[in-house]
């Protein structure tokens, strides 16, 4: 087995002890560190992501194994600062106001990110103009809203509304997700994608900056 298939099999397993160890010897042994990223972490964390998708492993598993994946790229990361990490995007996401919940949202930066995707995280609760003012300041690809409750969802488009009026819609995607969420509201509201899971919203994204 090669290291890299020792590498993405320790992020499968969520086990960022392992991880640190393999990641250093590699770079010990002078492996070029955006390999040991794409063909290593990545590689990992995208199995993990197949696996969700089928069934075969589940929330907790996942965030162990990007957890994981996160340590490998924390000692990767300084050795790479002559060579940017090539980003697939930015991302701008929150949990829309009036709605304090965050597991899936944190799940789906941490699949974003470990895709390359340069991940701005306004927290929950967030307001109308504060989307607003993270599109102006950040200048995303991609608004991510995630919401929860049924009675928090009519932000979404209160957010779609705004980005309309500040003439900034026609710059950024918007994909929308959480549990009372549906690829019909999704239409009805004007986003561009509905996202069911981490895995998802982070191929979705992928596709539409393509």
Same mark, same amino acid.
């Given at each position: 087995?090669?290291?890299y298939q ?40 995208n199995? $993990?992501?197949?696996? #969700?998708?089928? &069934?075969?492993? #589940?929330?907790?598993? =996942?965030? !162990? ?5 996160? &340590? ?9 600062? &002559? ?8 991302v ?19 699949? !974003?990110?470990?895709?390359? #995707?340069?991940?701005?995280?306004? &927290? ?6 504060? #989307? ?5 300041d950040h200048?995303?690809?991609? $608004?991510? =809203? ?63 900056l393509?």
């Amino acid at each position: 087995m090669s290291k890299y298939q020792e590498l993405a099999n320790a992020v499968i397993k969520g086990d960022t002890q392992q991880v640190k160890q393999i990641t250093q010897q590699m770079l010990d042994a002078g492996e070029q560190p955006l390999a040991i990223i794409n063909e290593g972490l990545i590689q990992g964390l995208n199995e $993990v992501g197949i696996r #969700f998708k089928e &069934g075969e492993m #589940f929330v907790p598993e =996942m965030m !162990m194994a990007a957890q994981a994946m996160k &340590g490998g790229v924390e000692l990767v990361k300084p050795l790479m600062a &002559g060579t940017d990490m090539p980003t697939a995007g930015t991302v701008v996401i929150g949990t829309v106001k009036g709605d304090l919940h965050d597991i899936g949202k944190n799940l789906v930066i941490m699949m !974003m990110e470990s895709s390359g #995707f340069n991940v701005v995280d306004l &927290g929950v609760d967030v307001p109308v103009d504060k #989307f607003i003012q993270a599109v102006k300041d950040h200048k995303p690809q991609v $608004v991510g =809203m995630s919401a929860l409750l049924t009675t928090t969802m009519p932000v979404m488009k209160e957010v779609i509304n705004a980005l309309d009026k500040e003439n900034l819609r026609s710059a950024v995607k918007v994909v929308i997700g959480g549990a009372p969420v549906s690829k019909e509201y999704a239409d009805e509201i004007g986003a561009d994608g509905y996202a069911g899971d981490a895995v998802v919203a982070t191929e979705m994204c992928k596709q539409l900056l393509n």
